[in-house]
């Protein structure tokens, strides 16, 4: 079971950090991602993490003001999010992979916490 937490109300140019608790200790060989979705909107991805830490992907419209990060003897991963804007207001999942590296395909993850709320105000 992955949970998800860390969201919530802020202003925009604020930050938040995310995290992703993993219970049963699954997911430490596995890629981690964060994806989101706003109302209305389709899922999207965001971030993702290999196993290790050593490979990350961030979509275009987060890059440069979010991080992604892990340590697996915590069975955590992380997003933390710097600089937020009001259209970052969505739902935001964390999920792990099939796979040790990460893919921006929602389709390449198996595993999906319940996801936790950022609301951005403008």
């Known amino acids: 079971q992955l949970q998800a937490s860390g969201g919530g109300l802020v202003q925009a140019g604020g930050s938040l950090r995310l995290s992703c608790a993993d219970s049963?200790?699954?997911?430490?060989?596995?890629?981690v991602g964060w994806f989101r979705q706003a109302p209305g909107k389709e899922r999207e991805f965001v971030a993702a993490?290999?196993?290790?830490?050593?490979?990350?992907y961030y979509s275009d419209s987060v890059k440069g003001r979010f991080t992604i990060s892990r340590d697996n003897t915590k069975n955590t991963v992380w997003l933390q999010m710097n600089s937020l804007k009001f259209e970052d207001t969505a739902v935001y999942y964390c999920?792990?992979?099939?796979?040790?590296?990460?893919?921006?395909?929602?389709?390449?993850?198996?595993?999906w916490g319940q996801g936790t709320e950022v609301t951005v105000s403008s």
């Open positions: 993490i290999s196993w290790n830490g050593g490979i990350t």
């Open positions: 999920a792990a992979g099939l796979r040790s590296v990460p893919v921006l395909q929602s389709s390449g993850y198996i595993y």
């Open positions: 049963r200790r699954t997911f430490s060989n596995n890629a």
